[in-house]
């Protein structure tokens, strides 16, 4: 008889207590059958590994056949990963690792609790051999320099993943979720790469099953697990497919859409009957990423520009209160809004320097508006946009609201069918859905239909720690899901040329907007 104690029955890695019977002439069982009998009222095809078999005989008898019992589920199967006596207390964690381009996230998941305790972030230590993913791709070319990513890599996070767990022993760690995009998960396993970016663009795995901690000299148990999230393709990896997981949209009635900003603007439409996803290049301007004084959300970070209409008094706050030192995605499409709304911006996305010409200078023979003054900035510069820069976001902006809707038109829906708008990233952490509405790059809709995910990467890789069940749950996304090229869909530029303009040149699709600014009568 044994009882089950502290027990968290969905977990992928999971503890119970157990009472065995103790052995007799009459009940002479090996040890190793007396626990597989009690565990499997609970698992089936339960797997023993040798190095349990070895200490059990000692431990089941110093603790009177009394223990604690840690078990890991690797997709098919359940293992014992440890046995223990009641009396050794340690923790039990899990690690959810978001594997970004540009910067890494791990989340420490305590499974006895069945919360997040710590968070660590630190920069993709890739970044040296190419600033973006195509660049490190070329390097990539040779499978010595693609070694060299895959080291790099392992080791970064070998060490941030000790620091994370100090001082605790590393065995406290069971498991890892890892996700990335199809390139940094093939980095990190040291895949082929090659036909990453060669029509017709082929992975070399979508699906890789279960591997061991050790297999990649990872810091953790001995017998600790590692689950690195599938791909859907070369432009679809397994970051969007945490983020599916963690919104729940796939398990839904009501039809959906998850967006994430990042390199490009990826989209994924639907419920539990289907799934439709596509990917844009609408993303590096809408984040800051092609402005001269763009930058990621850290501190000191500008993430909020607020224009009064009347007196055009410029306001701006920034991340962690710190002195201004760029501008990043939230703040730029704060910053287009505010500048249409105060009359600085007309409808075709041209300065009006007239308004306030104390704002406007010519910077390296460019007018541009200066948020900032170099007085100001914590690094003595002044920080602006420039008209150039102002037309690269228009275009970003009009391309995501075009991904949008011709996402929507191809199953027969509008934009106004839709029940929740799921925006993911920092930027979704950051962005104000009302003046996203406003610039036309996210639709008029009621406002509460917006919900921001934040790191909905990050959460997936949770989501999974806490659900045994989300080894099936990803292999129907990647069954129900179908990929939309959206660059070969001809109705893309020609709907793409009226979203060229603030909010739309059809301003009945931004019938809120039109009323508030003013532009219809």
């Known amino acids: 008889m044994f009882l089950f104690q502290s027990m968290k029955e969905r977990f992928v890695a999971q503890e119970i207590e157990l009472n065995l019977s103790l052995p007799s002439l009459e009940d002479q069982r090996a040890d190793e059958a007396r626990l597989r009998q009690a565990l499997e009222e609970r698992y089936q095809d339960l797997l023993i590994p040798l190095s349990v078999l ?56 305590d499974f006895e609790s069945g919360e997040v305790i710590k968070k660590h972030s630190f920069k993709n230590p890739q970044i040296p051999y190419g600033e973006d993913i195509l660049n490190r791709l070329h390097f990539a070319d040779k499978p010595e320099r693609r070694q060299k990513l895959h080291e790099v890599t392992v080791e970064t996070l070998r060490n941030e993943i000790k620091k994370i767990l100090s001082p605790h022993p590393e065995e406290a760690l069971v498991y ?39 297999e990649l000299g990872l810091p953790g148990h001995p017998e600790g697990l590692l689950f690195v999230f599938p791909n859907r393709g070369s432009y679809f990896g397994g970051d969007l497919l945490a983020g599916i997981l963690a919104s729940g949209l796939h398990r ?9 900003v990042g390199t490009n603007a990826e989209v994924v439409l639907g419920n539990k009957e289907f799934l439709l996803a596509t990917a844009g290049a609408a993303g590096p301007a809408l984040e800051g990423g092609i402005l001269a004084c763009g930058m990621q959300a850290a501190p000191g970070a500008i993430s909020r520009v607020k224009i ?11 991340i962690g209160g710190e002195n201004p030192r760029g501008i990043c995605g939230s703040a730029v499409i704060d910053l287009l809004a505010e500048l249409f709304k105060a009359g600085l911006l007309d409808q075709r996305g041209k300065f009006v320097p007239e308004r306030l010409p104390e704002r406007f200078k010519q910077i390296e023979g460019e007018l541009a508006f200066v948020l900032v003054p170099a007085k100001d900035s914590a690094t003595g510069k002044p920080i602006f946009v420039t008209q150039g820069e102002i037309k690269s976001i228009i275009r970003s902006k009009g391309a995501m609201y075009t991904i949008l809707t ?116």
Request: proline share 6%.
């Open 252 to 260: 839904q009635e009501e039809i959906s859409i998850l967006i994430d």
């Open 406 to 521: 011709v996402l929507c038109q191809s199953v027969g829906l509008s934009l106004k069918d839709i029940s929740r708008f799921y925006i993911a990233g920092s930027f979704g952490n950051y962005i104000d859905p009302e003046a996203a509405i406003t610039i036309g790059m996210l639709p008029d809709v009621p406002r509460e239909r917006f919900v921001p995910l934040g790191n909905a990467a990050g959460k997936g890789t949770i989501s999974f720690l806490k659900n045994y069940q989300a080894f099936q749950e990803l292999k129907e996304i990647l069954n129900n899901l179908t990929y939309l090229e959206m660059n070969v869909r001809p109705e893309f530029m020609q709907l793409l040329t009226g979203a060229l303009f603030l909010p739309h040149t059809d301003l009945s699709l931004f019938p809120n907007v039109a009323r508030k600014l003013g532009l219809v009568s």
């Open 176 to 214: 890892i979720a890892l996700c990335g995009n199809t390139t940094m998960s093939h980095f990190f396993l040291n895949l082929e790469t090659r036909y990453l970016y060669r029509e017709p663009y082929i992975p070399a795995v979508s699906w890789i099953d279960t591997l061991r901690l050790k």
């Open 54 to 109: 070895r200490k059990l005989p000692g431990l089941l008898r110093e603790s009177n056949y009394q223990v604690r019992v840690r078990t890991a589920f690797d997709g098919r199967n359940w293992k014992v990963q440890e046995v223990l006596s009641p009396q050794k207390k340690g923790p039990f964690w899990g690690l959810g690792v978001d594997l970004g381009s540009t910067g890494i996230v791990l989340y420490l998941f």
């Open 308 to 318: 009064d209409p009347k007196s055009l008094e410029v306001k701006i706050e920034t």
